[in-house]
């Protein structure tokens, strides 16, 4: 399976809202609602932020949410705060699982 | 606390074979299916493999397919990643990663991983 194509980075200010993007195809992303997203910090394991599209774990802030349309699926994150800046990435499972490229958020 | 520890990981020469374990704690093991997931350096994640919880289940990406072995122990609460044929592309930090049996396809917990490096 090829990877999901996030965009490698995305910017924004405090306070401000962001969102990646996760494109795949009708085998991995359109097919199941089975998509989670991972935040990783430099040199640290990743952590779930998203699961399902659009649940939240317990303990993750509500300023992430999920959605999907179609191949694509979205992180928003809202009121950007610094601890946010990291590496973000998406996973589809349809039998096997596929991760995105990673998206790199920079919090200006 | 769910905890999971990776080991075994270090140099090896291209051709070469290592063996990475991960002992799991806090946690019926012997309920869930585990996985491999590795990461290159400055690269992102990708899914390596998986096995089911009583290992009648076992999945591989085509990349190690043929070359690597994932095997758990349910009675020493250890899963293992037997790697043979080791590449230069192969070079990863490897982590240990649970799934959940609530929400399919999601990896709620991860280690903390093992570096392994291939190079001669």
């Known amino acids: 399976q090829s990877a999901l194509t996030q965009p490698a980075s995305v910017s924004g200010s405090p306070g401000q809202s962001i969102t990646i993007s996760c494109t795949g195809t009708s085998s991995d992303v359109g097919s199941y609602n089975l998509v989670s997203w991972y935040q990783q910090h430099p040199g640290k394991a990743p952590k779930l932020m998203i699961y399902?599209?659009?649940k939240r774990p317990s303990g993750v802030s509500n300023r992430f949410s999920g959605s999907k349309s179609g191949n694509t699926a979205s992180l928003t994150i809202s009121g950007l705060q610094a601890e946010d800046e990291a590496d973000y990435y998406c996973?589809?499972?349809?039998?096997?699982?596929?991760f995105g490229g990673g998206t790199k958020l920079t919090v200006l | 606390e769910v905890q999971l520890v990776e080991s075994g990981g270090g140099l090896v020469k291209p051709g070469g074979s290592l063996r990475l374990s991960c002992a799991a704690s806090?946690?019926?093991?012997?309920?869930?299916?585990m996985n491999w997931v590795r990461q290159a350096p400055g690269k992102g994640l990708e899914w390596v493999s998986s096995?089911?919880?009583?290992?009648?289940?076992?999945y591989y990406a085509d990349s190690v397919k043929g070359r690597f072995t994932i095997s758990r122990d349910n009675a020493k609460n250890s899963l293992y990643l037997q790697m043979n044929s080791l590449r230069a592309e192969d070079t990863a930090v490897y982590y240990c990663?649970?799934?959940?049996?609530?929400?399919?396809?999601?990896?709620?917990?991860w280690g903390q991983g093992t570096l392994v490096t291939v190079s001669s």
């Open positions: 996973c589809s499972y349809a039998g096997s699982r596929v």
């Open positions: 096995i089911s919880s009583s290992s009648s289940y076992i």
């Open positions: 990663a649970r799934d959940s049996i609530a929400a399919a396809g999601t990896l709620p917990y």
């Open positions: 806090g946690f019926t093991f012997s309920s869930y299916s």
């Open positions: 399902e599209v659009s």
